[in-house]
């Protein structure tokens, strides 16, 4: 399996910021993507932004302007900063990982961390 480690959420209030990291513990892989999903209970999991290997990144309309992705690729992590924070972010967050293996594409989640906007 491919491990991920994710770290930084929390609770905050409405307008505050939050910083999300993932590590990725397995190096022998070749990671492509690399982004931060979430899920509220109840709800499908959504894609909340995610970056390439070439540094392309996509978010999600609602979090457009306010969250930025980024990775590092030395260290096989990804984070989000996540500010403009809004009750309907919270969530928990998941990272996510796409990797080759063996040239078959597959992408493997962290366990998630929970992020809690509220007055």
């Known amino acids: 399996q491919v491990q991920l480690a994710e770290s930084g959420g929390g609770v905050v209030q409405p307008g505050g910021s939050l910083r999300l990291s993932c590590a990725a513990s397995?190096?022998?892989?070749?990671?492509?993507?690399m982004g931060w999903h979430r899920q509220a209970p109840g709800n499908e999991r959504e894609l909340v932004a995610r970056?390439?290997?070439?540094?392309?990144?996509l978010y999600a309309d609602s979090v457009k302007g306010r969250f930025t992705i980024s990775r590092d690729n030395a260290k096989n992590t990804v984070a989000l900063q996540m500010n403009s924070l809004k009750p309907e972010d919270t969530a928990v967050y998941y990272c996510?990982?796409?990797?080759?293996?063996?040239?078959?594409?597959?992408?493997?989640w962290g366990q998630g961390t929970q992020v809690t906007v509220s007055s």
């Open positions: 397995v190096n022998i892989f070749r990671i492509n993507g």
């Open positions: 970056i390439s290997s070439g540094g392309n990144t």
């Open positions: 996510y990982v796409t990797v080759v293996e063996t040239g078959v594409l597959n992408g493997y």
